[in-house]
């Protein structure tokens, strides 16, 4: 089993900036790729970024480039979020997910399916 648990969420204005982390714990030995996904109220969870454990591949929605950066840390079991000039449309529930499915994985990193795992979410809120 793998367990992931979100953090760094908060309040924050227009234009800043905000960087959340996923640790995982368990079995993270199995994870492949870890991504994130947002939900605000009343949308679908849409994907927004991943990346490969193990080569550092990155993947991200058109929504965000250029704007949200995923990284791994040393120890290849935290991805770390960063998320600059924040728009209120950015008001959502963050979420950390994790897949130990790797088979064309570049494929598809951005279908929900594709993940075994997710965290519990983080509130991020921007305001205007």
């Known amino acids: 089993q793998v367990q992931l648990v979100e953090s760094g969420g908060g309040l924050v204005k227009a234009g800043g900036s905000l960087r959340l982390s996923c640790a995982a714990s368990?079995?993270?030995?199995?994870?492949?790729?870890m991504g994130w996904f947002r939900q605000a109220p009343g949308k679908e969870r849409e994907f927004l970024t991943a990346?490969?454990?193990?080569?550092?591949?990155?993947y991200n929605a058109d929504s965000v480039k250029g704007r949200f950066t995923i990284s791994r840390d040393n120890a290849k079991n935290t991805v770390v979020l960063q998320m600059n000039s924040l728009k209120p449309e950015d008001t959502a529930v963050y979420y950390c997910?994790?897949?130990?499915?790797?088979?064309?994985?570049?494929?598809?990193?951005?279908?929900?399916?594709?993940?075994?795992?997710w965290g519990q979410g983080t509130q991020v809120t921007v305001s205007s």
């Open positions: 368990g079995n993270t030995f199995s994870i492949y790729a």
């Open positions: 997910a994790a897949t130990v499915d790797g088979s064309n994985y570049y494929r598809a990193p951005q279908y929900r399916d594709r993940y075994n795992y």
């Open positions: 990346i490969s454990l193990s080569g550092g591949n990155t």
